[in-house]
């Protein structure tokens, strides 16, 4: 059974960092490439940033340079870094697999506000 944890949201102020962590079970994890997703209330739940089984990345453009998608195979983790924060950031995050083939998991709520 597919399993996808987020974790590491909360509340920041603009300017501040987060690292969020999505732990994936019963996946082939170093085969898959992986992506972290957001959703705004009565949004449409889109791509922040993919990363590949070989490393490559892809940022949606609003967060380009200032989010990061990084891997532990070992570990079946995918990471984001997000620095420079916004209050446009703020949202509900996903991790699933690039493009998504999972059922969802509960996500993880980032909020930035002064």
């Known amino acids: 059974q597919v399993q996808l944890v987020e974790s590491g949201g909360g509340l920041v102020q603009p300017g501040g960092s987060l690292r969020l962590s999505c732990a994936a079970s019963?996946?082939?994890?170093?085969?898959?490439?992986m992506g972290w997703y957001r959703q705004a209330a009565g949004k449409q739940r889109e791509l922040v940033a993919g990363?590949?089984?070989?490393?490559?990345?892809v940022y949606e453009d609003s967060v380009k340079g200032r989010f990061t998608i990084s891997r532990v195979n070992a570990r079946n983790t995918v990471y984001l870094q997000m620095n420079s924060l916004k209050p446009e950031d703020t949202d509900v995050y996903y991790c699933?697999?690039?493009?998504?083939?999972?059922?969802w998991g509960q996500g993880t709520r980032v909020t930035v506000s002064s």
């Open positions: 019963g996946i082939n994890f170093r085969a898959s490439a």
């Open positions: 990363i590949f089984s070989v490393g490559g990345t």
């Open positions: 699933n697999s690039y493009p998504p083939y999972h059922n």
